[in-house]
């Protein structure tokens, strides 16, 4: 078996794979969004066609974000047993089919059932994708690998809103939202089964062997309160209901899950309903849609930075960064409640929401494999994201019923930021 060298000299080969296998865990993951971050864009066209308020088009929303978190607390044990690799391959391969079947609906619950299925299908990329960048990379790096990965879907979001508006551009109509888009999420998942491999012992490198050292240190160092607080022994042969039973007992870990959800409650706020209030009512001739595009442009480099600076300025404290994010993503909101749509200044502070709504994320994934050890990152990223998906599912119905009633699609940054201050107080005691 090859050295892998993880004492600090990783052999060039091994580094070389590794760095593969995150590149093409982010090249999928590029990808995932035009299968369910587009649902905005296609809003006011729905509502047109078929004649659906916005209140319920937000519980066809909530639809698939809630089979989404099922599908995340399942997904995340089940790419702990199977392997990351074939989970977010199929998943890929099954929201393709899934946006077409939507495309065709006419009802709402044509449209709500294949949406909320297509969310069990997205739920098998995140946690699955995560567990193969946990076998590949040390505790040491997290903070910069989940940075870029989290970076990718960034992007992804970016592709989304782009490929979105692109096709209203062209006037093809809503329906082709559902339909071109998620084409590249096809190649993407059918290349990640090609290239991807779930441990380093498939090509031959030995597994990585730090966390087994930081774990007997952190055994021996019970009566103090270390920096990064680890997980218990961990075994190969975990059962489900094992990983499960340790993942939830872990009093910090769910305490990180809340402050994840409002910060997910905030981030689909603004992915779901900022393209409907720069669409506006004449949403087929708007002059400001493309003003949306700033948004996830900012959280793509959000989530790079604050992987950087959560590794390199506070030493992989997770918290600081998860405060200091969430504070300044709600001050950033309601400046652009009080800006006219068409402000100029409104693209460079839409862009700095986006920046610290979204950047915490790699944070927040990067605590998975920090408290409960890399065997179980999976299921605790799993479980993690049921959490941000539960509370992102509520706040979809409330924030269209608040539209509604008030006519007024800027209140969307008064419910962001007040989510943000909610996760920004939570935070600190991630570490108490």
């Not at 052999?11 to 590149?23: C, E, N, S, V």
């Not at 990965?149 to 209203?168: E, H, K, P, Q, W």
């Amino acid at each position: 078996m090859k050295e892998s060298g993880q004492a600090g000299q990783p052999q060039a080969g091994f580094r070389a794979a590794q760095w593969r296998i995150l590149l093409a865990t982010m090249f999928c993951y590029l990808f995932f969004y035009t299968g369910r971050q587009t649902f905005g864009f296609a809003i006011p066209g729905i509502e047109e066609e078929l004649g659906i308020s916005k209140a319920m088009l937000g519980w066809a929303s909530a639809a698939l974000l809630w089979s989404y978190a099922l599908g995340q607390a399942i997904n995340g044990n089940l790419g702990d047993r199977f392997g990351g690799r074939r989970m977010m391959s199929l998943g890929a391969v099954l929201s393709c089919g899934l946006n077409w079947v939507v495309s065709f609906g006419s009802s709402l619950w044509t449209l709500m059932v294949p949406w909320a299925a297509n969310g069990y299908a997205q739920s098998m990329g995140w946690a699955p994708g995560s567990r193969v960048l946990s076998n590949w990379w040390n505790r040491h790096e997290r903070g910069k690998v989940y940075g870029l990965y989290v970076f990718a879907a960034g992007l992804s979001s970016v592709l989304a809103f782009t490929t979105s508006t692109i096709i209203l551009d062209l006037d093809l109509g809503w329906r082709w939202i559902f339909r071109l888009p998620v084409l590249l999420l096809l190649v993407g998942g059918l290349g990640y089964f090609v290239v991807v491999r779930d441990r380093p012992q498939e090509l031959g490198f030995a597994p990585l062997d730090d966390e087994d050292e930081n774990l007997e240190s952190a055994s021996k160092a019970k009566a103090s309160a270390p920096a990064h607080p680890q997980a218990e022994p961990e075994s190969e042969t975990d059962s489900s209901w094992s990983r499960y039973r340790h993942v939830l007992r872990n009093r910090r870990f769910l305490i990180a899950s809340v402050a994840i959800g409002f910060q997910s409650m905030a981030r689909y706020g603004l992915l779901i309903w900022v393209p409907v209030h720069f669409l506006g009512a004449d949403w087929k001739n708007s002059d400001t849609k493309w003003i949306s595009i700033a948004l996830p442009i900012g959280m793509a480099f959000g989530a790079l930075t604050s992987g950087w600076i959560s590794d390199r300025l506070f030493h992989s404290n997770r918290s600081r960064v998860i405060v200091l994010f969430m504070i300044l993503a709600a001050m950033s909101s309601l400046g652009m409640f009080f800006l006219p749509k068409d402000s100029p200044v409104g693209i460079a502070v839409l862009f700095l929401t986006g920046f610290f709504a979204y950047g915490p994320q790699s944070a927040f994934w990067a605590l998975c494999p920090d408290l409960l050890g890399r065997k179980r990152a999976g299921t605790g990223t799993g479980i993690m994201n049921t959490f941000a998906y539960l509370f992102a599912g509520f706040g979809e119905p409330l924030i269209g019923w608040i539209i509604e009633v008030n006519d007024q699609t800027r209140l969307v940054f008064v419910v962001v930021a007040v989510a943000c201050l909610f996760s920004a107080l939570i935070a600190p005691f991630i570490r108490r």
